[in-house]
Antibody, heavy 116, light 110 residues
Framework: EVQLVESGGGLVQPGGSLRLSCAAS????????MHWVRQVPGKGPVWVSR???????SYEESVKGRFTISRDNAKNTLYLQMNSLRAEDTAVYYC??????????WGQGTLVTVSS | QSALTQPASVSASPGQSITISCTGT?????????VSWYQQKPDKAPKLIIY???KRPSGVSSRFSGSKSGNTASLTISGLQAEDEADYYC??????????FGSGTKVTVL
């Protein structure tokens, strides 16, 4: 069974940092493109960042230079380092798996709240 | 890039059919046959119910079907049931970003 379990969310002040982790199991993690997607409650999801199995990386424009995606295939773990956080980064962050142009699995999400 | 446009809400009685539209542009929905639909219930993660415009993952009810014409994709739920009450989001592969999502449609079963 595919499982994606996020952790690391919480309350942080504007300008602060957080590191999200996603522990993957039930599939060959190293073979898959992975994404972070965020969602403000009541709004549609928004794609944040992508990392391929060979570590080709891309970011949504508003997080470029502030967020860093990475993966550790030996630990089956996806990461998102978030620096210089802003109020508008407040959202539930989901770790997701990409299967041929679709997201087929989502984690349960971790809430990030940026507020003073 | 702007979100794909969906109606905010749709409601119908049990047993009826509903159709949710998802309008994009020639850079996303109109350009690729990689439109997906997700069902999201309160405090849960989205669940994939349609991919590649009209394909259903294993285990998803045949009451869910998808189609596309030009820049607009559609999700139809036939024989509406109480358990179908949820938020529904479309998504498309896009030229400038791997995925662009819709604004969401709240389905209410009367």
């Amino acid at each position: 069974e595919v499982q994606l379990v996020e952790s690391g969310g919480g309350l942080v002040q504007p300008g602060g940092s957080l590191r999200l982790s996603c522990a993957a199991s039930g599939f060959s993690f190293s073979d898959y493109v992975m994404h972070w997607v965020r969602q403000v409650p009541g709004k549609g999801p928004v794609w944040v960042s992508r990392i391929s199995h060979d570590e080709i990386i891309s970011y949504e424009e508003s997080v470029k230079g502030r967020f860093t995606i990475s993966r550790d295939n030996a630990k089956n773990t996806l990461y998102l380092q978030m620096n210089s956080l802003r109020a508008e980064d407040t959202a539930v962050y989901y770790c997701t798996r990409d299967l041929e142009y679709k997201i087929d699995y989502w984690g349960q999400g971790t809430l990030v709240t940026v507020s003073s | 890039q702007s979100a794909l446009t969906q109606p905010a809400s749709v409601s119908a009685s049990p047993g009826q059919s509903i159709t949710i539209s998802c309008t994009g542009t020639s850079s996303d929905v109109g350009a690729y046959n990689h439109v997906s639909w997700y069902q999201q219930k309160p405090d849960k993660a989205p669940k994939l119910i349609i991919y590649d415009v009209s394909k259903r993952p294993s285990g998803v009810s045949s009451r869910f079907s998808g189609s596309k014409s030009g820049n607009t994709a559609s999700l139809t739920i036939s024989g509406l049931q109480a358990e179908d009450e949820a938020d529904y989001y479309c998504s498309s592969y896009a030229r400038k970003t791997p995925f662009i999502f819709g604004s969401g449609t709240k389905v209410t079963v009367l």
